[in-house]
C-alpha cells in the first residue's frame, strides 16, 4: 500500500517534493497519493513548480508507454504535466533502447512538459551500462540487507563524481518481523531491525543518493524522519543486517 493523502501533504510540508507514481496494475494502490497530489495542487497549497512528479509504466511497446502518463495526468487535478517520466522494471537491453528513445524524443520536444527520464533496473547490469554511457537522467536499482549484491557489482563501479542521481526502491524488502525473528531462536542481546533501520541500511551507501519510501501515515512519517537523523547504520550493523536477513531466508528455506 502507499501514502495516503494526508500523508502526502505532512510530507511535502516536511520539506518533500518528490513524488513517484505508477499507473498500469498497481493504479489502485497509488490512489491515496494521487489524491494527495490533487488536495495539494488545489487553492494553490503547493505551486506545480514546486513538486516534482515522477510517473513509471512498465508498458513495454514503447507506442504505449506515454499512456499511461496521461492517464495520471487525467486522474491528477492541476497536475497538467509529468516531470519525470521512468521506463519501469526494464528486464533487458533491447526492451531498454527501445523505450529509451521515444523518452528520449519526448523530452527533446518538451512532450507535455516532460524534463527528464529514468529507468528502474533488476538487472544491475543494465544500470551500471546506462551509468556508463550517460543515457539517464536518473536511475533507480533495488538494494537492500536481503538483496546486497549491489555491493559488489554496482557499487564499486560508480563514481561519486557521476551526474546522474542514483536512487534505491525496494528497501524495505529485507524487513524481519518479530514473530520470524523469535522463530529464529536467537540467544538474548541479538537485535531486531525497525522500519526505519532498513532505510538508514540503504542510506549508508555514499553510492546511493536517495530512497523511495511509502510511510503509510503522518506519524509513520514523522517517526521516519526523526530517525533517519541518526544517520547512517555502522559497519557492524550493516554486516548484521546482511547476516540476519541471510539466516532468515535460509530457515524459511529449510
Known amino acids: 500500500m502507499t501514502a495516503s493523502p494526508e500523508t502526502v ?11 513517484f ?17 490533487g488536495k495539494l495542487l488545489a487553492g494553490n497549497r503547493a505551486r506545480r513548480n514546486e513538486l516534482v512528479v515522477a510517473v513509471v509504466s512498465y508498458l513495454e511497446n514503447p ?14 487535478p492541476g497536475l497538467e504535466r509529468v516531470d519525470v517520466a521512468i521506463a519501469g522494471a526494464v528486464p533487458q537491453e ?7 528513445d521515444s523518452m ?29 554511457y550517460d543515457l539517464l537522467d536518473v536511475s533507480f536499482v533495488r538494494y537492500n540487507a536481503a538483496h546486497p549484491g549491489a555491493r559488489r557489482d ?9 551526474s546522474t542521481p542514483l ?3 525496494k528497501s524495505m524488502m529485507a524487513r524481519i518481523s518479530r514473530e520470524t525473528f523469535d522463530a529464529l ?29 511509502s510511510p503509510q501515515s503522518p506519524k509513520e512519517l514523522s517517526e521516519l524522519l526523526r530517525a533517519l537523523e541518526r544517520g547512517p547504520v555502522s559497519a557492524e550493523e550493516e554486516e548484521y543486517m546482511i547476516w540476519l536477513s541471510g539466516l532468515t531466508q535460509a530457515a524459511v528455506l529449510s
Not at 510540508?13 to 513524488?19: C, K, L, P
Open 9 to 19: 501533504i505532512a510530507a511535502y510540508e516536511s520539506g518533500i517534493n518528490f513524488f
Open 21 to 37: 507514481v505508477t499507473a498500469d496494475l498497481h493504479w489502485p494502490l497509488y490512489e491515496g497519493l494521487r489524491r494527495g497530489l
Open 63 to 76: 507506442l504505449f508507454g506515454a499512456l499511461q502518463f496521461h492517464e495520471v495526468i487525467a486522474e491528477v
Open 94 to 100: 533491447a526492451s531498454f533502447y527501445s523505450r529509451l
Open 104 to 132: 528520449v524524443a519526448a523530452k527533446r520536444t518538451g512532450h507535455s512538459g516532460l524534463r527528464a527520464i529514468g529507468a528502474s533496473f533488476h538487472q544491475r547490469t543494465l544500470a551500471l551500462l546506462a551509468h556508463y
Open 154 to 162: 554496482l557499487f564499486p563501479f560508480i563514481g561519486a563524481a557521476r
Open 167 to 169: 536512487f534505491n526502491f
Open 185 to 213: 531462536g536467537l540467544p538474548e542481546g541479538y537485535w531486531l531491525p525497525e522500519v526505519c533501520d532498513y532505510y538508514r541500511f540503504v542510506l549508508s551507501r555514499d553510492e546511493l543518493d536517495g530512497v523511495l519510501c
